[in-house]
């Protein structure tokens, strides 16, 4: 089944955490009815047993701890981001119930290349459930796909993230990044081999190697205190990034249009947020642009 990871558990991260578990068992139930299943006893139960789950496990990672200027957009105590998320999981009523035979993996490092391997493994473990074969019938690469959520601080990390994806048959990367009151959500699906996206440093050139330093080579403390995020920013980029991947495991991300009686394919690739003028847009960037 799918297995998803989590890089950056700080501001949109911890909000993509606290929704994740919702998310995943609603859409595991969405899948099991469209699968020909019954989920009628499930709901009865009101949480009272695990449900089969779409996603095999979800991974956290993260290397930093809690700074007290950190509360006026994120939620965690003090200590360490990587267990104070990970409590937020396992604390739920649906980690408890719905979700308790999922695993939750937690890594307290920053990811580079050097850690790639070990945290996103290129064929990581699949606990194939029989009861969504039919669900995936349709879309048999999405039963075996890793879905990294990156919502890290700086260009560097994103930029090695996106190039050792490349490796991947199956996965969906989505980027969420903000500023104070804008923001914008980019994803990357490859599907048996094929990219279907341009990779993020493909669409925004200051993705690169050199453009900045990845908290691993450079001390957080010491970087300059800004206040350039706020937390209802945050919330919001990280529910488009959740709302990403609803679509993309329900209905796929390539939408169909008709026009004059002629199907067209339309495929949206980035999400643009404006909360000063109150406006969303998407975008298409083709591949190999």
Known sequence: MINVYVLGCGGIGGYVIDMLPMAIASLSLDMLE????????TLEQAGKEAIPCVVDS??????DVFNTRNA???????????VQRMKMIDNTI???????????????????????????????????DNKFVDSYSRAPN??????????????????EVSKYMENFDNCLVINGGNEKTTGHVTFYERAAGEALDPNL????????????KRPDEENCT???????????????????????????????????????????????????????????????????S
């Open 34 to 41: 469209k699968g020909g299943y019954s989920i009628e006893k």
């Open 58 to 63: 979800i991974t956290l990672v993260d290397g």
């Open 72 to 82: 006026l957009r994120q939620g965690a105590g003090a200590g360490s981001k990587l």
């Open 94 to 128: 649906l980690r408890k119930s719905y979700l308790r035979n999922m695993k939750i993996i937690g890594y307290p490092a920053y990811a580079n290349p050097d850690n790639f391997r070990t945290l996103i493994p290129l064929e990581p473990s699949l606990n194939n």
């Open 142 to 159: 999405k039963y075996k796909a890793s879905v990294v959520f990156v919502c890290v601080d700086n260009l560097k990390t994103r930029y």
């Open 201 to 212: 440093y493909e669409v925004y050139a200051n993705v690169r190697p050199d453009a900045d």
């Open 222 to 288: 010491q970087i300059s205190p800004k206040h350039d995020q706020i937390a209802i920013t945050n919330s919001i980029i990280s529910n488009v990034m959740l709302a990403v991947f609803n679509k993309w495991l329900r209905d796929g991300l390539t939408s169909t249009v008709s026009r004059k009686g002629v199907s067209t394919p339309i495929r949206k690739n980035e999400i643009l947020i404006d909360m000063e003028n109150f406006t969303m847009s998407t975008l298409n960037h083709p591949v190999n």
